[in-house]
T-cell receptor, first 112, second 116 residues
Framework: KNQVEQSPQSLIILEGKNCTLQ??????????LRWYKQDTGRGPVSLTI?????NTKSNGRYTATLDADTKQSSLHITASQLSDSASYIC???????????FGRGTSLIVHP | NAGVTQTPKFQVLKTGQSMTLQCAQDMNHNSMYWYRQDPGMGLRLIYYSASEGTTDKGEVPNGYNVSRLNKREFSLRLESAAPSQTSVYFC???????????????FGEGSWLTVV
């Protein structure tokens, strides 16, 4: 069964600190992995997409990494801001299916 | 910059009542989706429409029906609401079908449905 597991489930950090969120997947074959940010009460918004050939991709203070051999991805947030408080969701397409597998997300709270 | 618009934002239903969630996108996307999101669970696909005139079941279709009215609009109907359908519902769209080829799924703002 295709699975996407995210850790930690929740995380609390102080403003200005860095943090790293993890995503492990068992989806096969692999085509891409996407990170979404979901603010409270809003719909998810795409942050970045990683394809098989990419190891690292940055989007401002967000840096995603991918290790296709170990089937792991991480999302690193640098110099966190209060606006980073959100749920971060890892999404991997299920092979050739139209149904991508969504992780349960990591809830990040940034305190002043 | 409307993107994906869904209505209503909030709704309370009594068990057995019916209702329709409306969704429209203005990005000329071919594919549209309905998801539900429950606490502690990832987004789950209810139904999707790969293109105008087609609809298919997702992971959790029981108790729901959909209509792809035209290229812009995709509605979700609960014929006889049950407490288990209390959830947050998201409509979404993408230019192409599926995400394996890298298509980005754009989500609406969500509809909070409570069935009592």
């Amino acid at each position: 069964k295709n699975q996407v597991e995210q850790s930690p489930q929740s995380l609390i950090i102080l403003e200005g600190k860095n943090c790293t969120l993890q995503c492990n997947y068992t989806v096969s074959p692999f085509s891409n992995l996407r990170w979404y940010k979901q603010d409270t009460g809003r719909g998810p918004v795409s942050l970045t997409i990683m394809t098989f050939s990419e190891n690292t991709k940055s989007n401002g203070r967000y840096t995603a990494t991918l290790d296709a051999d170990t089937k792991q991805s991480s999302l690193h947030i640098t110099a966190s801001q209060l606006s980073d408080s959100a749920s971060y969701i890892c999404v991997v397409p299920s092979g050739g299916s139209y149904i991508p597998t969504f992780g349960r997300g990591t809830s990040l709270i940034v305190h002043p | 910059n409307a993107g994906v618009t869904q209505t209503p934002k909030f709704q309370v239903l009594k068990t057995g009542q019916s209702m329709t969630l409306q969704c429209a996108q203005d990005m000329n996307h071919n594919s549209m989706y309905w998801y539900r999101q429950d606490p502690g669970m990832g987004l789950r696909l209810i139904y999707y429409s790969a293109s105008e005139g087609t609809t298919d079941k997702g992971e959790v279709p029981n108790g729901y029906n959909v209509s792809r009215l035209n290229k812009r609009e995709f509605s979700l109907r609960l014929e006889s609401a049950a407490p288990s359908q209390t959830s947050v519902y998201f409509c979404a769209s993408s230019e192409g079908t599926g995400t394996a080829s890298g298509n980005t799924i754009y989500f609406g703002e969500g509809s909070w449905l409570t069935v009592v």
